[in-house]
Every structure is written in structure tokens, then in C-alpha cells.
Nanobody
């Protein structure tokens, strides 16, 4: 099970920190990622991190503003959103893979998804 937290409403230029916690004793997430879906839009990749955290992926729209990290001992992942923009407004989903080790922005590489959390950036 994946649970996202940290969403909310912020103003443009502010920062926001999203967390994802994985539960389950036998569940070891390999690659982990964040996706988002804005109203009327397709779901899109935001960022991903490899199993050991050595490799990351960022969508062009968030490069230089967002960072991603993980703690395998705690089975958690964090998306640090800096310099937020109104276009970052979306429902953000945490996703994990049981087969892919490397960071990937491909939705098909992930087989476990959280319920999503709303992020609203006001102008």
C-alpha cells in the first residue's frame, strides 16, 4: 500500500514537500516515481528515482525546481517542489515498481499506485 501526504494549497513561488510511504513487510519497492494529473489532462510523469537512489528522472517542466529522494529503510520517497507554478496544480500520485530498478518516466513500468493527493498552486 502506498500513502501520499503533504499536499495542499500554496502560492506561486512557494515550496511544498510531498511524501510517499510504502507499507507491507514483504513489499520492497524498486524504482519509485511521482506522476500527476491536472483536470482534463492525461496523467504525466513528474520524477522518478532508481532503487539505490543513484539515478533520477525529471520531466522537463520540473527540472531545476523539483528534487526527489528516498529512504529504503523507511520505504519512503519525497518530492520536494520548489518555485511552484500554477501549472503544477494537479493530483499527484506515488508509484512503485516491483520489476524495474532504474528511474523511469514511463507509466507502464509501475505496478503499484497510491490514491493521489491534491496540490494547488495559486497565482
Amino acid at each position: 500500500q502506498l500513502v501520499e501526504s503533504g499536499g495542499g494549497v500554496v502560492q506561486a513561488g512557494d515550496s511544498l514537500r510531498l511524501s510517499c510511504a510504502a507499507s507491507g513487510r514483504s513489499f520492497t519497492p524498486l524504482a519509485m516515481a511521482w506522476f500527476r494529473q491536472a483536470p482534463g489532462n492525461e496523467i504525466e510523469s513528474v520524477a522518478a528515482i532508481s532503487f539505490m537512489g543513484a539515478n533520477t528522472y525529471f520531466a522537463d517542466s520540473v527540472k531545476g525546481r523539483f528534487t526527489i529522494s528516498r529512504d529504503n529503510d523507511k520505504k519512503t520517497m519525497v518530492l520536494q517542489m520548489n518555485s511552484a507554478k500554477p501549472e503544477d496544480t494537479a493530483v499527484y500520485y506515488c508509484a512503485t515498481s516491483r520489476t524495474t530498478i532504474n528511474a523511469s518516466g514511463s507509466r507502464g513500468g509501475y505496478d503499484n499506485w497510491g490514491q493521489g493527493i491534491q496540490v494547488t498552486v495559486s497565482s
